[in-house]
């Protein structure tokens, strides 16, 4: 059954005189909280611009700032028109991925900063890989193992491929808190042309990623999170190395 907070009960009215954005932010925190404390789910109808203006004793709009900032916040679906209104929205933590990476940007972290955190999310994602990974998801890390193998020779190419196989690894460890995570850190941190990589060096980074698959492969997590450890590790030397002390 789904919450329909536009016949529930009257909610408190708000009351901050000449504060509309104040009174404003109330609402989206209560539409929040409401969401935190499971009193609405992805679905349920939270209501329409009149609908909130009544329930909280508020004008519309204050009450069309609300929905606004609710929507903007993704926490939920407006749709115009006859049956329209605001509806909570189901769950997509990847949209906001590269905010956060825009946000980590904007605060001045430095590449040291966000490759430390790198490394706590990818060792522990290798180690859930290698406990939870179905067999659909070896069969995607062997094939981009072939598919690097393919284009070494194109640092471009290889630069995607090595990119993919470690985000590989996060969606195999099936937490989607960890995939998030990786993919806002990876908007600042991984580059789009890797200027240092030599033929070398993208040879030893391939046989690392193929003994890592193999780990993954043998249900062996303590393996799988050193080996992973030392390679992010190993990444990270060099990232500071490249980018100085801000990521640029």
């Known amino acids: 059954m789904t919450t329909d907070l536009a016949t529930a009960a009257p909610a408190k009215r708000f009351h901050i005189a000449g504060r509309a954005a104040s009174l404003s932010s109330q609402i989206v925190t209560q539409v929040r909280d409401d969401l935190y404390e499971k009193r609405l789910k992805p679905g349920d109808f939270v209501g ?44 997509n933590p990847r949209l906001f991925a590269e905010a956060l990476a825009v946000q980590l940007e904007l605060a001045g972290v430095t590449a040291a900063e966000v490759l430390d955190a790198q490394r706590a999310i990818e060792t522990l994602a290798a180690e859930l ?38 985000l590989a690894v996060a969606e195999a460890s099936h937490n989607r808190v960890l995939v998030v995570q990786f993919l806002s850190l990876h908007h600042v941190s991984w580059p ?6 030599t033929p070398k060096v993208a040879r030893h980074v391939l046989d690392i990623h193929k003994q890592l698959a193999a780990l993954i492969e043998a249900r062996d997590a ?18 500071v190395a490249e980018r100085d002390t801000h990521i640029c």
């Open 192 to 197: 789009s042309r890797n200027k240092t990589l």
């Open 48 to 91: 329409t611009e009149k609908d909130l203006a009544a329930r909280y004793g508020v004008s519309r709009i204050v009450a069309r700032d609300a929905l606004r900032t609710l929507s903007a916040f993704g926490i939920v679906e407006i749709r115009m028109g006859k049956g329209g209104g605001a509806r909570i929205a189901p769950g």
């Open 222 to 239: 303590a393996g799988a999170r050193k080996l992973m450890d030392d390679h992010v590790k190993m990444i990270r030397t060099r990232r």
């Open 129 to 166: 890989a290698a406990e939870h990974a179905t067999a659909a998801d070896i069969a995607r890390l062997k094939r981009l193992l072939s598919e690097a193998e393919a284009v070494m020779d194109d640092v471009d190419a290889y630069t995607r491929s090595s990119h993919e196989f470690h």
